[in-house]
């Protein structure tokens, strides 16, 4: 049985950072895409950042892109994702995500496994 558990969320304050770690159990992890999503309050999950594959390089939204940086250890089964210079607007449920290498893609639905969520919050 697949299970993915995320860590690392808090309140923080604007422009100050945090690190969220994600471990994938039951599935080949050096075989799996693995991403982050993210849920704000009365909106749509959206992609955060991701990896196809353990030599790949990482995909980030315009959003984040220069402030965010998603590393994979395949030794430790283990996805992070440093979150730097946080804006108010990255309030949000943070999730973990494993998939099929194949079906890699930015859409939530490519994605078959995912974790509980983890709730990172940035005052101003």
């Known amino acids: 049985q697949v299970r993915v558990e995320e860590s690392g969320g808090g309140l923080v304050q604007a422009g100050e950072s945090l690190r969220l770690s994600c471990s994938v159990f039951?599935?080949?992890?050096?075989?799996?895409?693995v991403a982050w999503f993210r849920q704000a309050p009365e909106k749509e999950r959206e992609f955060v950042a991701g990896?196809?594959?353990?030599?790949?390089?990482?995909d980030y939204a315009p959003s984040v892109k220069g402030r965010f940086i998603i590393t994979r250890d395949d030794d430790l089964n283990m996805v992070s994702l440093q979150m730097n210079n946080l804006k108010p607007d990255d309030t949000a449920v943070y999730y973990c995500?494993?998939?099929?290498?194949?079906?890699?893609?930015?859409?939530?639905?490519?994605?078959?496994?995912w974790g509980q969520g983890t709730q990172v919050t940035v005052s101003s």
């Open positions: 039951g599935r080949t992890f050096s075989r799996s895409a």
């Open positions: 990896f196809r594959w353990r030599g790949g390089r990482g």
């Open positions: 995500a494993a998939g099929d290498v194949p079906s890699y893609s930015t859409d939530r639905a490519s994605f078959d496994s």
